[in-house]
């Protein structure tokens, strides 16, 4: 800290080099120049650093004096010229003289304490010097922007080429421990482009990422820095000259009470504007340095990689080559926007990173995204959204692209939208995109994943808008809902999250909620369950996502008492609608058309149905089959009449392969004859998709089986919540067979990579619902064990 | 110099709150806190469904006070966090040695 009230200490004793004043004269000479130059309005960012480090660097010369064998090195920021008013003086001496070289450091370091500076300072011989930079990432990143000051330039020279030299050499060993540290930093000081009080030094995107991608250049040959980040990186240079001016002190983060003072210091015209300039430079960075990461991965593997295997087709024009999600050659991407969510969502499924060739292909090819998304897109998108935490990676890399902004046109306006409070810590999007990502860990506590990550990601989208940004949120949300393709139900839904988003919160914590008329005018407002719990999960990753201050255990359980007492209104009402188990006269319509066939199939390229006698396993066989042969299934419906069974399937082929109906019938046939191995040829092709996963890919929240009875008490009512895969609904509807029950009807849905499916089941021996305490315990136990679990807590934790 | 402190429900904050603005009483400190008074472990029936009750989110309010006023502001809560059923919570007072205005170092009732 710069000391206000110094007074110069009597260094009498010590020898001096300047003509000019006394030893004691010359700290007080440097502090009135820097006060000159803080005081100069018209010196700003890197004209500030320049002028500033040259008389630094004069002074030292002076200090130091003519010299052999010694040369005074500035490291860190005073090293690139970027000293800003309050910062550290990093001085190395470098020298060839071991036993004279103490009296000759003091006649530097003590002018320089004397002057208030505060001084990181070290000794070493050249040897020294890189042993320690060998050991030590930090010392690492400090000599990268090593600069010769004052003393012997040929020692100083000397020292410079060595350390490229060794950067050279011995640099691939500096790269887990320099990536562990930028890990390390990022996860500390957050993103300087999304954070409301950005960390202008450490962030991500800040300015010590900079220095990261110049030691990335002098490992790896293949890392160019970019020119262009010269402006991106004057603009934080100049906040953060403007800030330590402004405060007097030391700060890298600019927190809101200075962001009025920074941006009139800078010119300009409110902190708003401030605050997007300084996002705009640190995405940029951050962009950067990711590009330069991915650079010197690829130089590090290269020695080592085998010749790149064959592209693996993830879907339609969509492939997995070395490492990274790719269009493959004969993409439509011309005609289908639709590819864009594909490219994400995978990207996001199997932890890979998009291939820039088919960033820029479809930033570059593809078409306006339509008045109606079809179906198949809105699941890429929902997929895309239920990826947790890598949710955030991915817009992130899409916006680099400006292609979120053209699959959701209104996202331009919440785009790195500042809200200037005390309470919120992101930027709108960024906000909504954090939100999303902790709802990602939530989709086992409602009933429609798909819902909640959509009503998530529209819940503030008002924000971008003039007016109250509720009211222009739901205006928003209602014309997104309705083009996503969602029918006038599930739109409603969306927009009622977006309506009470804020209700759940400000009723708990306001109101008496063991007064019956605060619960009933909730109910009255929710006015079902599933609304309820969608708007429970909400609050919990609406307020994770705002800031630290904004959930704790005491909002949530205020939180959750409300929740219990309107769900206790609810479940006094039946309105849940009913199954029916029967046939209608469609199916009687078609069972005409079956007539006596043994299998009889009808199928197009969305939909199959088979009518057939029924018998054990047989829903399990059909959906195995269907497997088989490359179908997904995305819905289902299961009925009886009589001794014959009807199902009807959804499907979809994710490699863009339509069934064949006589194809179909023959495997259904070898399945019923016990020829083919099903669940272990599942599961082996199962395993072959987890393999190309990498540890950044997605991880699903752990499953959910409810089990809950038929009010009219005809069955058991059995709903799995997990994450999709391949064979998943054979080896479940196995599970059921197994444990003597029969499937009388089935609803499957796939809502993106989620899967809700409820099955209505009763015992093969008696027909009846299951009463047995310990057999449902028992098969809710046997279905966790075939159900996919999240392996660890990587994503966001939900305090619930 | 009195230190008055108060554990009341949430919802009854504004209440209190606004009570305090009318007796021209501007400073107070909210804290979220949890806890149980006689109330403890006790099991909840509402609407027929039952469950158990350990901590219960309160809110902490701490005022403070001149010698002279502590009463009334002691009163004022008491008013004004009052509903009459269980868990309105409690309010006690204690003495307090020193107080200083940070910005300008004004001491004692002055610094209130």
Redesign the interface.
């Known amino acids: 800290m710069w000391l206000c009230a110094f007074e110069p200490v009597n260094l009498a004793t010590k020898p001096s080099e300047s003509p000019s004043d006394s030893p004691s004269e010359s700290p007080a000479r440097i502090r009135s120049q820097r006060a000159a130059l803080i005081d100069d309005p018209s010196l700003r960012g890197v004209d500030f650093s320049h002028r500033y480090g040259t008389v630094v660097d004069s002074w030292v010369g002076e200090l130091l004096g003519p010299i052999e064998g010694v040369a005074a090195i500035a490291v860190g920021s005073y090293g690139r010229q970027e000293l800003c008013p309050e910062s550290d003086l990093d001085i190395l001496l470098v020298h060839a003289r071991p036993r004279e070289i103490a009296p000759i450091a003091d006649r530097l370091w003590y002018p320089i304490w004397d002057a208030g500076f505060r001084l990181d300072h070290s000794v070493r011989t050249v040897r020294e010097a890189l042993q320690v930079a060998d050991r030590d990432v930090k010392a690492m990143l400090g000599l990268i922007d090593a600069r010769f000051v004052a003393g012997e330039r040929k020692l100083g020279a000397e020292l410079l080429l060595r350390t490229r030299e060794l950067a050279h050499e011995r640099g691939r060993r500096w790269i887990p421990p320099l990536r562990e540290d930028v890990r390390d930093r990022h996860a500390r000081a957050g993103d300087v482009a999304f954070l409301l009080e950005p960390e202008l030094k450490d962030g991500r995107g800040g300015l010590r990422d900079l220095t990261v991608q110049r030691a990335l250049e002098a490992i790896a040959p293949n890392v160019e820095c970019e020119h262009s980040l010269h402006g991106s990186s004057s603009i934080l240079l100049s906040v953060r000259v403007a800030l330590h001016r402004v405060t007097g002190r030391a700060i890298d983060q600019l927190y809101l009470e200075h962001q009025d003072a920074v941006a009139s210091h800078l010119g300009f015209g409110d902190a708003d504007a401030l605050m997007t300039a300084v996002a705009t430079a640190a995405r940029e960075i951050a962009w950067h340095l990711d590009e330069a990461w991915r650079a010197a991965d690829v130089w590090i593997q290269r020695p080592r990689r085998h010749r790149s295997a064959s592209p693996k087709a993830l879907a339609p024009g969509v492939e997995l080559c070395d490492g990274e999600i790719d269009l493959a050659s004969d993409a439509a991407v011309a005609e289908q926007w639709g590819l864009i969510l594909d490219v994400a969502r995978l990207s996001a499924e199997y932890g890979v990173p998009i291939a820039r060739g088919a960033l820029r292909r479809l930033s570059e090819e593809s078409p306006d995204v339509g008045d109606q998304w079809s179906r198949h897109e809105r699941d890429a998108f929902v997929s895309l959204l239920g990826a947790g935490g890598s949710v955030v990676a991915a817009f992130e890399t899409l916006e680099q692209y400006e292609l979120m902004s053209r699959v959701l046109p209104e996202w331009s306006a919440v785009r790195g939208k500042i809200q200037r409070n005390a309470f919120h810590r992101f930027t709108v999007d960024r906000h909504l995109v954090e939100t999303v990502a902790r709802a990602g860990t939530m989709t086992r506590s409602v009933s429609r994943p798909d819902l909640l990550l959509v009503g998530a990601l529209l819940h503030d989208i008002g924000k971008g808008y003039p007016g109250d940004h509720t009211d222009a949120g739901i205006v928003v949300a209602d014309a997104i809902a309705t083009r996503m393709g969602f029918d006038r139900d599930d739109a409603d839904t969306i927009v009622a999250m977006v309506r009470h988003h804020l209700l759940l919160a400000s009723i708990a ?6 007064d019956p008329g605060t619960i009933e005018s909730v109910a009255e407002q929710v006015e079902n369950v599933e609304l309820l719990e969608l708007l429970h999960a909400l609050t919990e990753a609406d307020s994770l996502a705002t800031g630290d201050k904004a959930w ?4 949530a ?2 939180v959750e008492d409300l929740v ?2 309107v769900t ?2 609810f ?2 009402r039946h309105d849940r609608s009913e199954v029916t188990l029967d046939v209608d006269a469609d199916d009687v319509i078609l069972l005409a058309r079956a007539g006596d066939a043994d299998i009889y199939v009808e199928a197009d390229d969305q939909t199959v149905t088979i009518v057939t006698r029924d018998r054990p396993m047989l829903f399990c066989h059909v959906v195995g089959v269907l497997a088989h042969l490359g179908q997904s299934v995305r819905g289902a419906r299961a009925r009886c009449r009589g001794a014959l069974a009807i199902d009807t399937f959804d499907v979809e082929s994710p490699v863009g392969r339509p069934l064949d109906a006589d194809q179909f019938g023959r495997e259904l046939r070898r399945a019923f004859a016990g020829e083919l191995r099903l669940g272990e040829e599942l599961a082996r092709r199962a395993n072959q998709y987890e393999r190309l996963k990498r540890p950044a890919a997605a991880r699903p929240a752990d499953p959910r089986v409810l089990i809950d009875r038929d009010p009219r008490g005809i069955a058991t009512i059995v709903q799995v919540r997990a994450a999709d895969r391949i064979g998943l609904l054979h080896a479940m509807t196995t599970v059921l067979a197994e444990h003597g029950l029969d499937i009388r009807h089935a609803k499957i849905s796939t809502l993106g990579h989620e899967v809700v499916d409820t099955f209505y089941v009763v015992t093969v021996d008696d027909g009846h619902p299951i009463d047995d305490a310990v057999r449902l315990h028992e098969l809710v136990l046997a279905l966790l064990h075939v159900l996919p679990a999240s392996s660890g807590p990587r994503e966001p934790r939900s305090l619930r | 110099m009195k230190l008055v402190v108060a554990v009341i429900k949430p919802h009854q904050v504004d209440a209190v709150s606004n009570a305090l603005q009318d007796i021209d009483i501007a400073g107070i400190t909210l804290t979220e806190v949890r806890g149980h008074g006689r109330q403890k472990g006790h099991s909840e029936v509402y609407r027929g469904g039952e469950y158990r009750v350990d901590f219960i989110p309160k809110v902490r309010v701490e005022v403070l006070a001149s010698d002279s006023t502590a009463e009334k502001v002691a009163n004022t809560i008491v008013d004004a966090a009052r509903t009459g059923t269980i868990g309105d919570g409690k309010l006690w007072i204690t003495p307090v040695d020193v107080a200083v205005r940070i910005r300008t170092g004004e001491l004692g009732d002055e610094a209130l």
């Open positions: 914590t306001s109101r008496d909620l063991r704790s255990r005491w909002k359980e205020l219990r007492r206790q209104v479940e006094g």
